[in-house]
C-alpha cells in the first residue's frame, strides 16, 4: 500500500542514514538535501528510492564508494578548475564544484569546473538551481554507467548522460531542463520494477535489434551486455535518434577528455577480473553571471516572457495546457507540501532493512 511520509521526517531519516553508513554531518546534510529535492519536484527515480541501491548499499555492501570525501582541487586557472572527487559522495564534490564555478563567475563572468573520479551525484538540475539562485545561468552534465547504443548500434556505450540548463526567471519557478539524453533513463526502468510495470516498446534495445519491455529483465541485460537504452529521439535515425546520441557524446567529452578520466565502457563497476571497482563518473559544472551581459532583472523578465509566449501559444486538440521546463517540478511541490513523499512497498521495505542494520531509532507508520 501506498504511504507518505512528510519532507521534513524523511529528509531526517536520509540524514540518519548517510551518518549511520560514515558520511559526517554536514556532508549528510547536503546529500539528503539533494534526494528530498528530487522527491519535492516529483521525480521520484532520483529521491529515496535511489538511498539505498545507489548510495547505502555501494557504501556498506559493495565498498566501492567512500562515505567521507576527499575533495581535491588538482589544477585551478582563473575561470577554470578541475577537481578529483576519490570516489566520495558524488553529491558532496558535485555541490562544492557548482560553487567554485559559481564564485568564479562572479570574478570572472564565467565559471567552468570539471570533475574526475566522482559517483552518482543525484539529480543533476540541483545544482543549476544553485546558479539561478545568484543571478546566473547554470549548466552541468554528467557521465555514467554505460546504458545508451550509438544510433544504428545495439551494444550499450555511453551513459544517460543529462545535459542540463537552468535559467533564472521572473516567475515563481527557474528554467531548468533535467533530463537525461536518452529517451528513458535507468531510474525510471527502477521504478517500473518496483511497481511491477513493464517498460513501454521502443525505449530499449536487445542485442538482436528488438525492443524490450520487460523492466526486471532489461535492468540485468543493462548489466550484462545484453540490452541498450534507445538516445532521445529514438531507435535509429528516422524519428531523429541520432540528436540525443550527438547529445550524450558531447557530455562524455565534457566529462572525461578535460579532465582525463574514465569514459564509455571505462565506467563500469568491475575490473578485467571481475572484481567490484569504483565508478569513476566525470562531472562538468558552468556558471555564466548574467550581470555581465545585461541587467539581471532584464533577463529574468525576458526569459519569463519567452516561457509565458510558449505557455500560451495554440495547443493541440484535447490538451489542457502548454508547459514549459521547471513548471511541472514547481506544482509537483506544490501538490507534495502537504502530502509529502510516496513510498511504495518496495521503499518500505529499503527503509526497514536500513533502520534495522544501522540500529536507528524509528518507527514508521506503514508498518
Known amino acids: 500500500m501506498l504511504h507518505h511520509?512528510?519532507?521534513?521526517?524523511?529528509?531526517?531519516?536520509?540524514?540518519?542514514?548517510?551518518?549511520?553508513?560514515?558520511?559526517?554531518?554536514?556532508?549528510?546534510?547536503?546529500?539528503?538535501?539533494?534526494?528530498?529535492?528530487?522527491?519535492?519536484?516529483?521525480?521520484?527515480?532520483?529521491?529515496?528510492g535511489r538511498l539505498k541501491p545507489i548510495y547505502?548499499?555501494?557504501?556498506?555492501?559493495?565498498?566501492?564508494q567512500q562515505p567521507v570525501t576527499e575533495f581535491e582541487v588538482v589544477r585551478d586557472h582563473l575561470s577554470t578548475a578541475v577537481v578529483d572527487g576519490h570516489h566520495g559522495m558524488g553529491m558532496v564534490v558535485a555541490k562544492r564544484s557548482m560553487q567554485m564555478a559559481i564564485d568564479k563567475a562572479k570574478?570572472?563572468?564565467m565559471g567552468m569546473v570539471v570533475v574526475r573520479n566522482s559517483t552518482h551525484y543525484g539529480i543533476a538540475g540541483y545544482y543549476p538551481l544553485m546558479a539561478t539562485a545568484e543571478n546566473m545561468i547554470g549548466v552541468t552534465g554528467t557521465n555514467a554507467r554505460p546504458s545508451i547504443a550509438p544510433t544504428f548500434g545495439v551494444e550499450n556505450m555511453l551513459g544517460t548522460n543529462p545535459l542540463v540548463f537552468g535559467f533564472p526567471t521572473d516567475e515563481p519557478f527557474d528554467f531548468v531542463n533535467d533530463y537525461a539524453t536518452s529517451v528513458i533513463q535507468r531510474g525510471k526502468i527502477e521504478q517500473y520494477a518496483r511497481e511491477g510495470?513493464?517498460?513501454?516498446?521502443?525505449?530499449?534495445?536487445?542485442r538482436d535489434g528488438k525492443t524490450k519491455t520487460d523492466s526486471v529483465q532489461i535492468l540485468e541485460d543493462l548489466v550484462n551486455g545484453e540490452a541498450a537504452l534507445a538516445p532521445i529521439g529514438g531507435i535509429g535515425e528516422t524519428t531523429g535518434g541520432y540528436k540525443g546520441y550527438g547529445f550524450a557524446t558531447v557530455?562524455?567529452?565534457?566529462?572525461?577528455?578535460?579532465?582525463?578520466?574514465?569514459?564509455?565502457?571505462?565506467?563500469?563497476?568491475?575490473?578485467?577480473?571481475?572484481?567490484?571497482?569504483p565508478y569513476e563518473l566525470g562531472h562538468f559544472f558552468m556558471a555564466i553571471d548574467v550581470q555581465c551581459f545585461c541587467e539581471p532583472e532584464q533577463?529574468?523578465?525576458?526569459?519569463?516572457?519567452?516561457?509565458?509566449?510558449?505557455?500560451?501559444?495554440?495547443?493541440?486538440?484535447?490538451?489542457?495546457?502548454i508547459y514549459t521546463c521547471g513548471e511541472k517540478e514547481y506544482l509537483a511541490g506544490l501538490a507534495r507540501a502537504d502530502s509529502g513523499?510516496?513510498?511504495?512497498?518496495?521503499?518500505?521495505?529499503?527503509?526497514?532493512?536500513?533502520?534495522?542494520?544501522?540500529?536507528?531509532?524509528?518507527h514508521f507508520d506503514f508498518e
Open 107 to 109: 570574478k570572472y563572468g
Open 197 to 206: 510495470r513493464d517498460c513501454p516498446e521502443g525505449l530499449v534495445i536487445g
Open 299 to 321: 533577463f529574468r523578465t525576458r526569459t519569463g516572457d519567452i516561457l509565458r509566449a510558449l505557455r500560451a501559444s495554440a495547443k493541440a486538440p484535447g490538451a489542457q495546457r
Open 56 to 64: 547505502y548499499d555501494r557504501i556498506v555492501h559493495q565498498k566501492i
Open 341 to 362: 513523499v510516496p513510498v511504495n512497498e518496495a521503499l518500505q521495505r529499503d527503509m526497514i532493512t536500513m533502520r534495522n542494520e544501522l540500529g536507528l531509532d524509528y
Open 5 to 48: 511520509i512528510p519532507f521534513d521526517e524523511m529528509e531526517q531519516f536520509m540524514i540518519d542514514v548517510f551518518k549511520g553508513i560514515g558520511v559526517p554531518e554536514s556532508d549528510a546534510q547536503t546529500c539528503a538535501d539533494v534526494l528530498i529535492t528530487s522527491d519535492k519536484r516529483g521525480i521520484d527515480s532520483h529521491g529515496i
Open 251 to 277: 557530455v562524455e567529452v565534457l566529462c572525461s577528455a578535460l579532465q582525463q578520466g574514465a569514459f564509455l565502457q571505462q565506467l563500469v563497476n568491475r575490473d578485467a577480473d571481475g572484481n567490484l571497482k
